[in-house]
C-alpha cells in the first residue's frame, strides 16, 4: 500500500497543496483530477521521491514497486528503438552472473534478508528480460511496425507515448503512476490501455482529463481544489464525481443562503432593537420637570433605564452575530475557480465549399503516400472530427492543406475568403525564448491591453513574463490558443488541441467552438468531446479516408 500522510508543499511561495492525506491500494484505480498548476504532477513526483514534500510524508513498503509514466517523453531523441528495447530486455549473462554471487553470499549469509531481497529482485529481472516478451509487449502497444534502427526522437507523440508505457510496464509495477497517458494515443490505443487497467492487479494513480477514459478505468476520484489547497475524496468514476459534486455545491448554495437570511433576519433584529431603544430615550429625554415631582423623575430615570437595557439588549445581540459569522460551522459562499475564456470574432462569411480535395495524396517526398485519392471537401459552419490510428497521416493531412508541405498528388481549392488558424499538437514549435507576452504583443496598442488577453487565458502578473520554455505544458497549450483567437480566422484546423488542456479549460473550449460560425477540421481522440462537438466523423483506414464513420467504441 501506498500511503500519504498529511503532506504540503508550496513552490515559489505559492500553496500548491495543503495537509492532504490519502492511500492507494493494489487493484484500486483512482483518478486524479484538478486544474493545470493545482499540483497533481508535483504530487506524482513526490510519490516516486523526485521531489520532497515541505510537510508531510509518503511511505510504503521498502519492497513495492513504484512504475511512473511522466508526461513528457523523457528518453534521448538519439537513442534508437532497438537499443531502448534491448536494455529494457537486459543482459540475461550479467544478471546470471549476479545471480551466482548472490546465491554464493545467502549460502554464507541465509538470514540476511537484504541479500534475499536482491536474490528475488534478480529472479524477477531475469523473468521480465526474456526478449520475446519484450516483443510480445511491443506489437500489443502497436510498436512491431516501427524500424529497430529509427531514432525515437523521429517517433509521433502517440508512439513516444506507447514506448514510454511499454517501459515502465516491463517493470511489472505493483503501482502504477499515470502523468497523462491519453495525450496522443489514439482511440485504439485509449482502449487498449483502458482494457489492460480493468484487468490488471495492480494499483493505479491517474491523473488524466480525457473524461471518457476516467469513466471507464476508475473507481474512485481525488480533486485538489486550488482555492482552498485541500484533497476532496469521491467514491466512483468522473460522471459520479460530477454528480456528487454538483450535489455538494447545490447543497452549499442552500446553507449559504439560509446562513445569509438568518444574518438578514439577525440584523434586522439588532436594528429594530436599537431603533426602539434611541426611541425610548428620545422619550426619556423630553420629558421636563419643573419643580419637586418626585412621580416625573421617577419615570424618567425608569424610562432611560429601559432605554439602557434596549441598548444593552441590542449590543448582546451584535456580539452573538459576530460569534455567528466568525463560526466554525459558517458557511462559505461557494466559489468558482478561474476558467479559461475563449471567444471568437464574428467569421467572415464563406463560401458553400470552404476546401475542396481533388484525388489528393499526401505524405513526404520519396516516400509511399500515407493517405491516398482523397475526395472530400470541407463546407461552411462545419465541423468535422478527423480521427485513426497514430501515424496514420492525420497531421501530415491538416500541414499539406495549411500549405505547411506539399501534397504528393492530386490538389487543393481554397475558398476565396478563407483565413485558416492552424494549431499544432506539437507545443514545442512555439519559440521558447520569447514570453507569452512577446507572442502577442504586435496584436495590441499596448501593454496593458495585452495583458489583459492573455488573463482571459489564465496567463496572468509574472507568468506572462517569462520564457515560454519555462512554462508548463498547459500554459503553453493555452497560449497557442490564444494565438489562434487574436490572429482572426474563419477555418480552423486543428491538431490534437485538448492536450495538455484541462477539463474546466476543455469545457470551455467545446463551448467556443459551437459559437464559432467557420468550418472546423479537428484531429481528436477525446470520445467525450467528439460526441457533443462532431457534425459529421472522418477515420483513416488504411490508406483511406472513410468520411461519415464512426471512430467511437460500442464498449461501455
Known amino acids: 500500500m501506498l500511503a500519504v500522510s498529511h503532506l504540503t508543499k508550496t513552490f515559489n511561495l505559492k500553496t500548491l497543496f495543503e495537509d492532504i492525506t490519502f492511500s492507494i491500494?493494489?487493484?484500486?484505480?483512482?483518478?486524479?483530477?484538478?486544474?493545470?498548476?493545482?499540483?497533481?504532477?508535483?504530487?506524482?513526483?513526490?510519490?516516486?521521491?523526485?521531489?520532497?514534500?515541505?510537510?508531510?510524508?509518503?511511505?510504503?513498503?521498502?519492497?513495492?514497486?513504484?512504475?511512473?509514466?511522466?508526461?513528457?517523453?523523457?528518453?534521448?531523441?538519439?537513442?534508437?528503438?532497438?537499443?531502448?528495447?534491448?536494455?529494457?530486455?537486459?543482459?540475461?549473462?550479467?544478471?546470471?552472473?549476479?545471480?551466482?554471487?548472490?546465491?554464493?553470499?545467502?549460502?554464507?549469509?541465509?538470514?540476511?534478508?537484504?541479500?534475499?531481497?536482491?536474490?528475488?529482485?534478480?529472479?524477477?529481472?531475469?523473468?521480465?528480460?526474456?526478449?520475446?516478451r519484450v516483443e510480445s509487449m511491443a506489437a500489443g502497444l502497436g510498436l512491431d511496425g516501427i524500424p529497430r534502427?529509427?531514432?525515437?526522437?523521429?517517433?509521433?507523440?502517440?508512439?513516444?507515448?506507447?514506448?514510454?508505457?511499454?517501459?515502465?510496464?516491463?517493470?511489472?509495477?505493483?503501482?502504477?503512476?499515470?502523468?497523462?497517458?491519453?495525450?496522443?494515443?489514439?482511440?485504439?490505443?485509449?482502449?487498449?490501455?483502458?482494457?489492460?487497467?480493468?484487468q490488471t492487479s495492480c494499483g493505479a494513480l491517474i491523473v488524466s482529463h480525457d473524461r471518457t477514459f476516467l469513466d471507464r478505468t476508475v473507481t474512485r476520484i481525488l480533486e485538489i481544489d486550488p482555492l482552498p489547497h485541500q484533497m476532496r475524496s469521491y467514491v466512483g468514476n468522473y460522471t459520479s464525481y460530477l454528480e456528487q459534486r454538483r450535489s455538494e455545491i447545490e447543497a452549499q448554495w442552500t446553507a449559504y443562503n439560509d446562513q445569509e437570511a438568518e444574518v438578514r433576519r439577525m440584523k434586522a433584529d439588532i436594528a429594530r432593537v436599537k431603533a426602539q431603544a434611541a426611541y425610548t430615550e428620545r422619550q426619556a429625554s423630553s420629558i421636563r420637570i419643573g419643580g419637586p415631582d418626585m412621580k416625573l423623575k421617577g419615570f424618567k430615570s425608569y424610562q432611560q433605564g429601559i432605554a439602557k437595557k434596549v441598548a444593552r439588549k441590542a449590543k448582546a445581540r451584535e456580539k452573538r452575530l459576530e460569534r455567528y459569522k466568525d463560526s466554525d460551522e459558517r458557511v462559505e459562499k461557494p466559489r468558482s475557480q478561474r476558467m479559461i475564456r475563449v471567444e471568437f470574432d464574428q467569421a467572415p462569411h464563406l463560401g458553400r465549399s470552404v476546401i475542396q480535395m481533388e484525388r489528393l495524396g499526401v505524405g513526404f517526398a520519396g516516400y509511399p503516400a500515407l493517405i491516398e485519392e482523397i475526395n472530400l471537401q470541407v463546407r461552411a459552419s462545419q465541423r468535422i472530427a478527423f480521427t485513426g490510428p497514430n501515424g496514420s497521416g492525420k497531421t501530415t493531412l491538416l500541414r499539406t492543406l495549411a500549405g505547411q508541405i506539399p501534397p504528393l498528388a492530386g490538389k487543393?481549392?481554397?475558398?476565396?475568403?478563407?483565413?485558416?488558424?492552424?494549431?499544432?499538437?506539437?507545443?514545442?514549435?512555439?519559440?521558447?525564448?520569447?514570453?507569452?507576452?512577446?507572442?502577442?504583443?504586435?496584436?495590441?496598442?499596448?501593454?496593458?491591453?495585452?495583458?489583459?488577453?492573455?488573463?482571459?487565458?489564465?496567463?496572468?502578473?509574472?507568468?506572462?513574463?517569462?520564457?515560454?520554455?519555462?512554462?508548463?505544458?498547459?500554459?503553453?497549450?493555452?497560449?497557442?490558443?490564444?494565438?489562434?483567437?487574436?490572429?482572426?480566422?474563419?477555418?480552423?484546423?486543428?491538431?490534437?488541441?485538448?492536450?495538455?488542456?484541462?477539463?474546466?479549460?476543455?469545457?470551455?473550449?467545446?463551448?467556443?467552438?459551437?459559437?464559432?460560425?467557420?468550418?472546423?477540421?479537428?484531429?481528436?481522440?477525446?470520445?467525450?468531446?467528439?460526441?457533443?462537438?462532431?457534425q459529421e466523423v472522418w477515420q483513416v483506414k488504411g490508406k483511406k479516408i472513410i468520411q461519415g464513420g464512426n471512430a467511437l467504441s460500442d464498449k461501455k
Open 149 to 198: 534502427d529509427l531514432q525515437v526522437g523521429k517517433l509521433s507523440g502517440g508512439q513516444q507515448t506507447r514506448l514510454s508505457l511499454l517501459l515502465v510496464l516491463l517493470q511489472e509495477p505493483q503501482i502504477l503512476l499515470l502523468d497523462e497517458p491519453t495525450n496522443h494515443l489514439d482511440i485504439a490505443m485509449l482502449e487498449w490501455l483502458e482494457s489492460w487497467l480493468q
Open 412 to 534: 487543393i481549392k481554397l475558398g476565396s475568403s478563407v483565413k485558416l488558424g492552424v494549431m499544432s499538437q506539437d507545443i514545442r514549435l512555439l519559440d521558447e525564448t520569447q514570453s507569452a507576452l512577446d507572442h502577442v504583443y504586435r496584436f495590441f496598442p499596448n501593454q496593458t491591453e495585452a495583458r489583459r488577453f492573455l488573463g482571459y487565458y489564465l496567463l496572468s502578473g509574472d507568468e506572462v513574463l517569462k520564457p515560454v520554455g519555462q512554462l508548463s505544458l498547459g500554459q503553453r497549450a493555452r497560449l497557442q490558443l490564444a494565438l489562434l483567437v487574436v490572429d482572426g480566422c474563419n477555418v480552423l484546423l486543428l491538431d490534437e488541441p485538448l492536450n495538455h488542456l484541462d477539463i474546466s479549460s476543455r469545457t470551455q473550449f467545446e463551448q467556443a467552438l459551437q459559437s464559432f460560425k467557420g468550418a472546423i477540421l479537428m484531429v481528436v481522440h477525446d470520445r467525450y468531446f467528439i460526441q457533443r462537438f462532431a
Open 25 to 132: 491500494n493494489p487493484e484500486e484505480r483512482v483518478g486524479l483530477i484538478g486544474p493545470n498548476g493545482c499540483g497533481k504532477t508535483t504530487l506524482l513526483r513526490i510519490l516516486v521521491g523526485q521531489e520532497q514534500p515541505d510537510v508531510g510524508q509518503v511511505t510504503h513498503p521498502a519492497t513495492l514497486r513504484i512504475g511512473y509514466l511522466p508526461q513528457q517523453f523523457a528518453i534521448p531523441a538519439t537513442s534508437t528503438l532497438g537499443d531502448i528495447l534491448q536494455e529494457a530486455a537486459g543482459n540475461m549473462d550479467a544478471l546470471a552472473a549476479d545471480l551466482v554471487k548472490i546465491t554464493r553470499a545467502l549460502a554464507d549469509q541465509p538470514a540476511d534478508q537484504n541479500l534475499q531481497t536482491q536474490y528475488d529482485q534478480i529472479l524477477r529481472r531475469m523473468e521480465m528480460a526474456e526478449p520475446q
